[in-house]
């Protein structure tokens, strides 16, 4: 829930979501242990997002894959860590770990920006695929246990993707890539939609003002405002942990729950 005034006219006015048009929500990380013996999330990529974690509480570590090859970067009170488009990662639990989540783009992660590490039989039939990764609405024990099943075959895939690129071989996960961008194409002109009204609009009002600025004729600052908002769901399943969300301008489901 976001509370404050409605719309107005002008370069400044009428955007009440999150500075930079981020997306925003709180994660307690999987407790759930993998087939590796690792307690955590679902690994996966974002095609066109950077994603940033900003350690609340607790202890862990977020996997990544990407061309610097495999790293394991501890997770810990006051850390911040932050994964560009592509870059495989997995969130570790090592102990009540608490992050908030922001999101680049807001409203493309919730439009489907992300694609789970599935193996690749899976990856290679889009109705295979989106069966795996759909989960049953609400925060049950029919959609904890499909949360589950979906994790422990993202862990399935991402650890071969893993020890290939360990023993020096990164085309299986170059392959990953490339298929993850096939099985999204056909959303690519709703996420274009959704980056010109949001992300695109944001950053074309700061030109707005400026251009007002250096008029002297800064009538945008008229329609000055502040907003709150509360959580719109709690303990949701997301992709690495339970999700605290926020129904935001721009933003539809959690990503990961489509």
């Not at 488009?85 to 783009?105: A, E, F, K, S, Y």
């Not at 989960?135 to 246990?145: A, Q, R, V």
């Not at 600052?221 to 997301?238: H, M």
């Amino acid at each position: 829930m976001v509370t404050g005034p409605g719309p107005g006219p002008g370069p400044g006015s009428g955007h009440s979501a999150l500075p930079g048009a981020i997306g925003l929500s709180h994660l307690s990380a999987y407790t759930w242990e993998a087939a590796d013996g690792v307690c955590g999330g679902s690994p996966h990529l974002h095609l066109v997002c950077t994603e940033a974690y900003v350690v609340t509480g607790g202890r862990g570590a977020v996997q990544t894959l990407s061309p610097d090859g495999y790293r394991d970067i501890p997770l810990e009170a006051g850390s911040v860590a932050w994964f560009t488009p592509g870059t495989v990662h997995r969130m570790v639990q090592g102990g009540d770990l608490r992050i908030t989540v922001l999101m680049q783009n807001s409203g493309l992660p919730e439009a489907g920006d992300a694609v789970f590490t599935f193996p690749p039989e899976v990856l290679a039939d889009p109705d295979r695929y989106a069966a795996a990764a759909t989960l049953p609405p609400g925060t049950g024990p029919d959609t904890e246990t499909a949360a589950r099943r979906r994790r422990d075959l993202a862990v399935e895939g991402y650890l071969d993707l893993r020890q290939a690129m360990e023993n020096g071989d990164p085309g299986p996960y170059a392959e990953f890539q490339r298929t993850a961008a096939r099985l999204v194409r056909d959303k690519v002109p709703t996420w274009r939609e959704l980056w010109k009204a949001g992300a695109l609009a944001t950053a074309e009002r700061t030109g707005a003002q400026l251009d007002a600025l250096t008029d002297g004729e800064p009538a945008y600052l008229a329609d000055a405002t502040a907003f709150r908002a509360t959580p719109s769901r709690t303990g949701g399943f997301g992709m690495c942990g339970r999700r605290d969300e926020y129904a935001l301008p721009g933003t539809t489901l959690p990503y990961g729950e489509e």
